[in-house]
């Protein structure tokens, strides 16, 4: 309702004189603001605001600040990561196997605030990658003169062996296409807020979340709507299908052509190993495991749910992807058949819901208001319908469910 009111005073305000086109476009504003989808657009703001801005432990880190930064093995965050550090006025060593291609790939300008390098070296602060053992950050940091503080990317299957290094802050950096959309952080104290400092220096939108909280939260949330979209394709319904009806409904990515673009691979073995999910209530599919045996679990351009030529990284339908359905579909039982786009959106946005609420009920997430940012500002769902439980909240679960 509310952008069909906004065009029709645009369209009327057109054909008045300019004295009284003024009025004919802020006409409906009032309106506009009190809509459901203005109220929601506006609570999907103030959520980013609260959750992914804010920075709970940097008050005192001002008195002893952070002047450099070493990146040991960042994965795929690590070049986003130390531009953003760099820009704000951090100097930033990237030790990484990659030297050749990060030397080639680095703008002049930020040379002189980023080095890359096969090995650590010293510096006031260490973030070391999800690859990274606790034992090679210990042995990495040896022999420094000064003792750095230390953020370690968090990764799933990260061992909890006791009397070990423990690391202080914990890091998860959501870099799809090796652009760092929103960095989790998981813990932390007074001793860590210089770090807690830098982030809000770099401007990165940063979650923060509570010690005893378990996992991925961005993997979490959005692995059961992964799962529902390969339900949905077991049963019939096409990649193009879905991204076309989930775009429809108002989503800003279309997610199975995200996905391939960063690589399903990752994700699922953080999800696989992360304690906590809703797992009882999602059935198995062998289609994942189908995918990765082909080599379909990678990022593009190597083929996933679509296809893609040769330099090129636009989505194609794939009809090899359409024949490797076929075999978890007869393993299940299941009749092959059209599915309407109605049923798409029911089952994705119900199984966003579903997950919402349980990372709620176990502690996952601290508010509603953390998972609805994380959707709206990074994963894709539409402003204009708040997030998942707030368009959940506000339709009430009679209305999701019809």
């Not at 006031?124 to 034992?135: K, L």
């Not at 696989?272 to 990765?292: E, K």
């Not at 030529?309 to 794939?318: C, F, K, N, V």
């Not at 059209?338 to 946005?349: F, G, I, M």
């Amino acid at each position: 309702m509310g952008p069909a009111l906004a065009i029709d005073a645009l369209e009327q305000a057109a054909r008045l004189s300019p004295e009284r086109s003024d009025a004919e476009i802020t006409r409906p504003a009032g309106y506009l603001r009190q809509s459901d989808q203005g109220c929601a657009m506006r609570y999907a703001a103030d959520c980013v605001a609260a959750k992914l801005h804010a920075f709970p432990l940097a008050r005192a880190a001002d008195r002893s600040p952070i002047r450099s930064v070493c990146l040991l093995e960042p994965g795929d965050a690590g070049p986003d990561l130390a531009v953003a550090l760099a820009a704000a006025g951090i100097d930033v060593i990237l030790a990484t196997a990659m030297t050749e291609a990060l030397e080639t790939a680095l703008a002049p300008r930020w040379r002189a605030r980023i080095r890359v390098t096969r090995h650590a070296e010293a510096a006031d602060a260490v973030i070391a990658g999800p690859a990274v053992s606790d034992a090679d950050v210990s042995a990495a940091v040896a022999g420094w003169s000064v003792e750095p503080l230390m953020a370690m990317a968090s990764r799933a299957d990260r061992p909890r062996v006791a009397g070990t290094w423990p690391p202080p802050l914990m890091l998860h950096a959501y870099a799809p296409g090796g652009r760092v959309r929103v960095v989790e952080v998981t813990g932390g104290d007074d001793a860590t807020a210089p770090l807690a400092a830098v982030l809000r220096r770099t401007g990165l939108p940063a979650l923060y979340r509570s010690a005893g909280a378990a996992g991925v939260l961005i993997d979490r949330l959005r692995w059961p709507m992964l799962r529902e979209m390969i339900h949905l394709l077991d049963e019939g319904a096409t990649p193009i299908q879905i991204d076309r009806t989930l775009l429809g409904f108002g989503f800003t990515i279309a997610p199975l052509a995200a996905l391939d673009r960063e690589g399903i691979g990752a994700m699922m073995a953080a999800c696989i190993n992360t304690r906590g999910s809703t797992a009882s209530w999602l059935r198995y599919s062998p289609t994942l495991d189908l995918m990765t045996d082909a080599g379909r679990h990678l990022a593009a351009p190597s083929h996933g749910f679509y296809r893609y030529e040769a330099g090129s990284r636009t989505p194609l339908p794939d009809p090899a992807f359409e024949r490797l359905v076929d075999d978890p579909a007869m393993a299940q039982r299941l009749p092959r058949r059209t599915v309407p786009d109605a049923e798409v959106v029911q089952r994705c946005v119900l199984a966003a819901i579903n997950e919402a609420a349980a990372a709620l009920e176990d502690g996952a997430a601290a508010d509603a208001a953390s998972i609805d940012a994380l959707w709206t500002h990074v994963l894709g769902f539409p402003r204009w319908r708040g997030g998942p439980l707030y368009f959940a909240d506000l339709h009430g679960l009679r209305a999701v469910l019809a």
